[in-house]
């Protein structure tokens, strides 16, 4: 039976490669590879499910159109696409291209992605989303402290002696980080965990500390001062590579250990305890999750803990580090096609980037000179993923037309009038990159695409053609379909990085100029050249303090000023076996994931007169849902969880809770800024 190497391109940590095995066209078995030495174990239960998800009977295998019942059906490609043409023609002619708005997230990794932005340049442009829903604070944060976001090669964390999960649930969302952590914890490394939920990451910790959802900042200070009144850090290492340590130093203790613990409402001895661990055990690693830069103030709570890692020499040394994200594949930006490359407002097709992700429903309907009257939707679920599902609906219905390219009928799917069915990542060639170790990846085309599917680039070929701007410049923007086409596109993608095809027939290739201890050279590229503990681009770009001076969060339990209607504070984090809103329709996932659940603390459950299973709703101004309680001391008082990604007929839609808010920097989403109230139903 045929055997292909491959790789997952989901928006996840891992990046597995894997062995599939196909039998009659079918994907009959997948198992580890183990040339990529970050997932040498193999997938994941989301991994091992492709083989149901590729063949599932619900996949979307032909273009299906709204009736006016609401129903769809199934109706040729030459009527879909003629339509479309036929709709993107009028409303280019009577409002202009930028009328269409391009939604496209984070449903797949690949090149070939960047098509889509070619097609709409050649279109006459078109308005796009700006920001992102999953990691951008702390991204900048990143990026004003230390100059560029990489971090050491995953295997490098079995050097440390201490690691400090910091808002990060690896054993769930990068199960694989786990096997370099018992290496760790094997060689004696102690591990701390930091979550305001006892987590699956923190059952294999001996400290666990939980904050005040949103307050990291305050607790980050407080071990700052306490280090530094101890004569704790690495005053070599600040010397030479730290700007702005005085004046951080003093911001440290502008308030007392006592009171910065009573905003976190983290106990002294834990704070203490957590200094002194720091301050004494090297090397040390804080893994910063993205879960936590959910606020509107975590670009700088994020800038707070990288503080930490600089005062006390943790930087540029194996075994030690920030891991956040690790963007050292993130090599392919300057060598896109011409056409991707151009400046948005280039006359050429102007991309009006003027929508904000995090507030998708209010920008959209916001939108004027001209407003938005037609969506393309790709690679994304806005309508579950998006905050303020309520308005995103809202502004989706208020245009002409919808066009959603979708492998399963998701909540957005079902806002259309036309559906595309998409292609699946076993049904086109691709090269992918990771944010957690360094390789990239053949995702080689191996199945057929089911059906009647066609892959986003044939799509594109073909509306280009019908509205007459296929030319020879978009033909070598887009690929043909036939794999050899692909991969000579891919090829011309590859070849400024001195890169080939061929280059990747043994396993992962890792980024050319990859390094596995970074900034060893310390050489960090931010204004001063050093660790910018103090930066002027912080409050000159984002209007922060210059200095990570911590504040709370707009909507947060812990401003007295809170709505005594909503007293607890929602999370809606991340879980094991969904990648957001995928998986979860497949069998072998629901079989572990039936439903949604609410985490409930006993006596916020007691005062409520909840009980186990009880089926409650979860409100606050802006919607509500209706889940099932789950009593868990392991979350603390004061906040409740759901992971988000279920969808509305599972009853799980945790964006209608959310708020279309900003964080602090770099257009993220501030989705656990978001106080409920939970009564029984
Ligand atoms: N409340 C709350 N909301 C959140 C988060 C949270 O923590 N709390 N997390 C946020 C984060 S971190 C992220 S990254 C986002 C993710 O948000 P999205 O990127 O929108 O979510 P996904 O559900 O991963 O994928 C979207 C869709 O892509 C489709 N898809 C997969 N492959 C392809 C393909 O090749 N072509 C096409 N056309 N479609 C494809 C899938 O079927 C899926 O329906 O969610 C965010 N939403
Ligand atoms: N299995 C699986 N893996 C995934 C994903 C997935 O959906 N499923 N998604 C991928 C993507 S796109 C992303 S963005 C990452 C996310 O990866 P993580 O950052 O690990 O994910 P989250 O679950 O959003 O958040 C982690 C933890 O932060 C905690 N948290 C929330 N608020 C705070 C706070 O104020 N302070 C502290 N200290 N902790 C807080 C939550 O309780 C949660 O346990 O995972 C990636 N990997
Ligand atoms: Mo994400």
Redesign the pocket.
Known sequence: MPEFFTACPR???STCAMKVTVEDGKLVALEPASANQATSEGP?L?GLSYAERAHSPDRILHPLRRQSDGSFNRITWDEALNEISHRLQGVRDEFGPQAVMHYAA?GTKGLLNECSLAFWRRFGGCTTTYGDL??PAGLEAGRLTLGENKHNAPWDLAKAKLIIF?????A???IHQMRFVEQAQSNGARLVV????R?QTSERAELLIQ?R????GYLAVAVAQLLIERGQVDTGFIDQNVHGYAEFATMTSEKSVAELAAVCDVPVSAIEHLADLLGTTKPATICA????Q??TNSGQTMRAIIALCAITGNLGKPGAGWVYANLQTQIFNDVCDPLCALPPEHPDGVVRVGVSTARLGRDMLAMQDPPLKFAWVERGNPLAQNPETHRVREAFRALDFRVVVEQFMTDTAREADIILPAKNMFEQTDVIGAYWHHYLQLKPQILQPAGEVKPETEVFRELADRLGFLDEELEAAIPESDDSAVRAWLENRLAPLNLKLADFSAGPVSAPGAEDVVFADGVFPTPSGRIELLSKEAATRWDTDPLPRPILPHESAADPDHDPATPLQM?T????????SQFGNLELIKVHDPEPVLQIHPDDAAQRGIEFGDTVRIHNARGEITVVARIDSGIRQGCV?VTN?WWGEQGGLVNKLSLGCETDMAHGAAF?DNLVEVTRA
């Open positions: 928006n996840c940590y994941c989301k984070s999953c990691w910091w808002g990060k649930n690896a769930e969302t990068n930091i979550d305001p939920r987590t904050p959802p949103g307050t990291d999750g993205f879960g936590m959910r606020y999370m984090p991340n879980t094991k076996n969904r990648i957001h969880a990604g656990h």
